[in-house]
């Protein structure tokens, strides 16, 4: 399967709604979860299906992101035709950057074009989510499909973030045809969602990307709603997440952590007694780029005072010195100093919070030092004065920032 499947991992993604943890990094490349970027969790679920041929169409501030897989994902052995391969804009037919998903595949079609892979897997590589990609391939044979899109469940009571599918018998997608009791006949009432997993046959999608009305379509937001006439007589289908195919403990978790109060949710639900994301599935790790730090500890600050932490997570390296931790996620050379107080904070690595300092309700970027006596999230005010301020109330210092 590893070497009929090409797999495209998207990220070009700005992530403004992410702003200010976007300044120095794309989307993919912000941190997640204590130790993690978004992209690993794409690129773990490749790993364990067994799809070992990726190419990462890069753009935006990359530079952290190509640093990312240099030291973390160098993994793959050319010579049994594993690799996987940051592309940034190659303007081989024009001097335009990507605009757009579909664009970018379109002008890296060259490189479709010359790979022995039967299919093409394109994925968005800045989603959280765990799902086996194999049993989705298998699904795709099984159908003799054309197309076959992953797609989640819409969840009663929240935003869809996009138009519900329409699916016919035997999860077969439908086009976008007008409204009616007839035209809607067989069709299912239950509502399923794009979740940014597209498989296409290669000759398919290449045929598809030689018209530029379709490329201008999938890119103005309905690459979905044209997959039914892209897919022609093999047709288009719906590979529903969360289901029991799969080696993956089926958790159904999905996000897109699409701005600050997203992303800040996201992070604190791994602190749950029983997370939505389940992070701790044997032979189902997710990998990343770990330094070789010391573990984590706690030791008592120079009053005396014992290093403590509760409920949260510590990753390594980081050095509780008679502070208090609670209910926070410390990424890695994190320091918190005697009487300092943190709490419902996300510490990216190299902070340190110095003696005395308290914070809570806060995400503090790359090695930030926070000063003796600090004080965030609790005066909502002054916070809005010096930093980004969230509508959810969530404090995000910038990287390097300097008080």
């Not at 979740?195 to 009305?213: I, P, Q, T, Y």
């Not at 047709?235 to 529903?240: E, I, P, T, V």
């Not at 730090?293 to 014992?306: D, H, L």
């Not at 010195?321 to 009487?339: C, K």
């Amino acid at each position: 399967m590893s070497l009929d499947t090409l797999t495209l991992v998207i990220a070009t993604g700005q992530g403004e709604g992410l702003s200010p943890l976007t300044q120095h990094r794309t989307k993919a490349a912000v941190p997640f979860g204590g130790k993690y970027r978004l992209i690993d969790f794409t690129l773990a679920n490749c790993l364990h299906s067994g799809l070992r041929k990726m190419l990462v169409l890069t753009q935006y501030k990359s530079h952290s992101l190509q640093k990312h897989l240099r030291d973390g994902w160098s993994i793959f052995h050319p010579e049994l035709g594993e690799f996987i391969t940051p592309v940034p804009p190659q303007m081989r037919d024009s001097r335009d950057w990507y605009a757009g998903a579909f664009d970018a595949i379109r002008q890296n079609r060259y490189l479709i074009e010359r790979s022995s892979a039967r299919y093409v897997l394109v994925l968005d590589g800045d989603l959280v989510y765990r799902m086996d990609y194999a049993e989705l391939v298998r699904f795709h044979q099984e159908k003799g499909a054309g197309v076959t899109l992953g797609g989640r469940a819409l969840d009663p009571g929240r935003p869809a973030g996009a138009r519900p599918l329409r699916v016919g018998p035997e999860d077969r997608l439908l086009g976008d045809a007008p409204r009616s009791r007839a035209s809607d006949e067989g069709v299912s009432r239950e509502e399923w969602v794009p979740m940014g997993v597209c498989l296409f046959n290669k000759d398919l999608l290449l045929s598809a990307l030689e018209r530029d009305e379709v490329v201008l379509s999938a890119d103005a937001g309905g690459a979905a709603a044209i997959l039914p006439a892209m897919a022609g007589p093999q047709g288009a289908f719906l590979y529903r997440f969360g289901g029991e195919r799969g080696r993956v403990t089926p958790d159904r978790y999905w996000c897109d952590v699409a701005d600050i109060d997203a992303y800040y949710a996201a992070n604190i639900a791994l602190l749950e007694t029983d997370p939505p994301l389940d992070l701790y599935q044997e032979g189902w790790s997710i990998l990343t780029d770990q330094g070789q730090y010391p573990p984590a500890r706690t030791v008592p600050g120079r009053s005396g005072t014992e290093g403590v932490f509760v409920n949260s997570m510590l990753a390594a390296g980081a050095v509780i010195t008679g502070g208090g931790v609670n209910h926070s996620i410390l990424f890695p050379r994190v320091r918190v100093n005697d009487g300092a107080i943190v709490e419902d904070a996300i510490l990216f690595s190299g902070v340190s919070v110095a003696e005395g300092a308290c914070i809570r309700r806060c995400i503090i970027d790359k090695d930030v030092a926070v000063p003796r006596g600090e004080r965030i999230g609790f005066d909502p005010e002054s916070d809005r004065r010096r930093f980004t301020v969230s509508p959810g109330g969530v404090a995000v210092i910038p990287k390097a920032y300097r008080f």
